[in-house]
């Protein structure tokens, strides 16, 4: 009975704790090194990619990040670079939309692809050979599919790191791999990136958001930058 009610009273104070808000940080992930990336207001802290500023079709809105026009939006890049890191977000996708995150974007090259490999983020239409949402395009796919339909926020977590690399949709595991690696640069070799002497070189490069492809959302940017240690 008293374990019971015991058990009963964790509930109800979990039910009564409120929700974190959106965009921004518990006290436990400021210790553990989190910091925003999108602070929920403005576009502080990014620029399009070679340029100053953020392009109008980017809008910050109830919290959201939002490429609303493709034409006039362009690719996003942080201001802050980063070597090792753990990237979390949240993302929406209009029907058909179409966007990625880059990782260690350089200046160097005309577009961000052309230096920073991109996780994929795309409703596709079971097209053969279509770059599915979390995959590392053109190099590391995966058979499993955990994305939730087009409206409905899906969190995807990123993690690159001198031991490993990977990255998550909803919480499931898409792939493995290790930045650098032998396997990684014979795969680059065989993809459309062999011709850019600079892709996947950047040591330490910017965080990038593709904004020229389709409508789609962002909240709860998040980054813990990691040591070589860890």
Same mark, same amino acid.
Request: hydrophobic share 35%; net charge positive; proline share 4%.
């Given at each position: 009975?008293?374990?019971q009610l015991?058990?009963?009273?964790?509930?109800?104070?979990?039910?009564?704790a409120?929700?974190?808000a959106?965009?921004?940080?518990?006290?436990a992930?400021?210790?553990a090194g989190?910091k925003?990336?999108? %602070?929920?207001?403005?576009?502080?802290?990014?620029? #399009?990619?070679?340029?100053k500023? @953020?392009? !109008?079709g980017w809008v910050?809105?109830?919290?959201?990040?939002?490429?609303?026009?493709?034409?006039?939006?362009?690719?996003?890049v942080?201001d802050?670079?980063?070597?090792w890191f753990?990237?979390?977000?949240d993302?929406?996708l209009?029907?058909g939309g179409?966007?990625?995150?880059?990782?260690?974007v350089?200046?160097?090259g005309?577009?961000?692809?052309?230096?920073g490999?991109?996780i994929?983020?795309?409703d596709?239409?079971?097209?053969p050979?279509?770059?599915?949402?979390?995959?590392?395009?053109?190099?590391?796919?995966?058979?499993? %599919?955990s994305?939730k339909?087009p409206g409905?926020? #899906?969190?995807m977590?990123?993690? @690159?790191? !001198?031991?490993?690399?990977?990255?998550?949709?909803?919480?499931?595991?898409y792939?493995?791999?290790?930045?650098?690696?032998?396997?990684?640069?014979?795969?680059v070799?065989?993809?459309?990136?062999s011709e850019?002497?600079?892709?996947?070189?950047t040591?330490?490069?910017?965080?990038?958001i593709q904004?020229?492809?389709?409508?789609?959302?962002?909240k709860n940017?998040k980054i813990?930058p990691?040591?070589?240690?860890?």
């Amino acid at each position: 009975m008293i374990v019971q009610l015991a058990a009963l009273l964790v509930l109800c104070s979990a039910a009564a704790a409120p929700a974190q808000a959106d965009n921004t940080l518990t006290l436990a992930e400021s210790q553990a090194g989190w910091k925003l990336l999108f %602070d929920g207001k403005t576009t502080k802290g990014w620029h #399009n990619f070679r340029a100053k500023g @953020v392009g !109008p079709g980017w809008v910050v809105e109830n919290g959201v990040l939002t490429s609303v026009n493709p034409d006039t939006a362009g690719d996003i890049v942080t201001d802050e670079k980063f070597e090792w890191f753990e990237l979390v977000l949240d993302y929406r996708l209009t029907r058909g939309g179409n966007s990625g995150i880059l990782i260690r974007v350089s200046d160097r090259g005309e577009r961000t692809w052309h230096s920073g490999p991109e996780i994929q983020i795309y409703d596709d239409h079971g097209e053969p050979g279509a770059q599915k949402t979390g995959f590392l395009y053109q190099l590391y796919s995966s058979p499993v %599919d955990s994305t939730k339909p087009p409206g409905q926020w #899906n969190r995807m977590r990123i993690l @690159v790191s !001198p031991q490993k690399c990977l990255t998550e949709i909803n919480g499931v595991k898409y792939y493995e791999y290790r930045y650098g690696s032998y396997d990684f640069w014979q795969r680059v070799k065989k993809s459309k990136f062999s011709e850019y002497r600079n892709f996947g070189r950047t040591r330490r490069g910017s965080i990038g958001i593709q904004g020229d492809h389709g409508v789609v959302s962002f909240k709860n940017i998040k980054i813990r930058p990691i040591g070589r240690e860890d």
